[in-house]
């Protein structure tokens, strides 16, 4: 059974800073991806990055040099996806989701991933 258990959303002032975090469990592929979407209201969800277990990551044009993600595997079949956001306008407000998939190809298609975590608010104001 694959769950994915998000934290880390909040409220922040432009120019602020979070840190989210995602723990996977239960995934045996031991090639696989997390990516992250956010979705802002009236609007589509939308990749922001994703990092393979190899650790070579993806960014959308939009937080290159604001985000970074990073990845803690503690286990074989556990492990943790942490997308520090740095730098945090308004428009990046949103609820963010992780979703782990065996294999990504950049842009990320939501289409394509069947495990998600429970999504966590980001508010920039």
């Known amino acids: 059974h694959v769950q994915l258990v998000e934290s880390g959303g909040g409220s922040v002032q432009a120019g602020g800073s979070l840190r989210l975090s995602c723990t996977a469990s239960g995934y045996t592929y031991r090639s696989n991806c997390m990516a992250w979407f956010r979705q802002a209201p009236g609007k589509e969800r939308e990749g922001v990055a994703h990092?393979?277990?190899?650790?070579?990551?993806?960014?959308?044009d939009s937080v290159k040099g604001r985000f970074t993600i990073s990845r803690d595997n503690a286990e074989n079949t556990v492990f943790t996806v942490y997308p520090q956001m740095n730098s945090l306008k308004p428009e990046d407000t949103g609820m963010y989701y992780c979703?782990?998939?065996?294999?990504?190809?950049?842009?990320?298609?939501?289409?394509?991933?069947?495990?998600w975590g429970q999504g966590t608010q980001v508010t920039v104001s």
């Open positions: 990092i393979f277990n190899s650790g070579t990551t993806e960014y959308a």
């Open positions: 979703a782990v998939n065996t294999l990504c190809v950049w842009p990320p298609s939501h289409a394509e991933f069947k495990h």
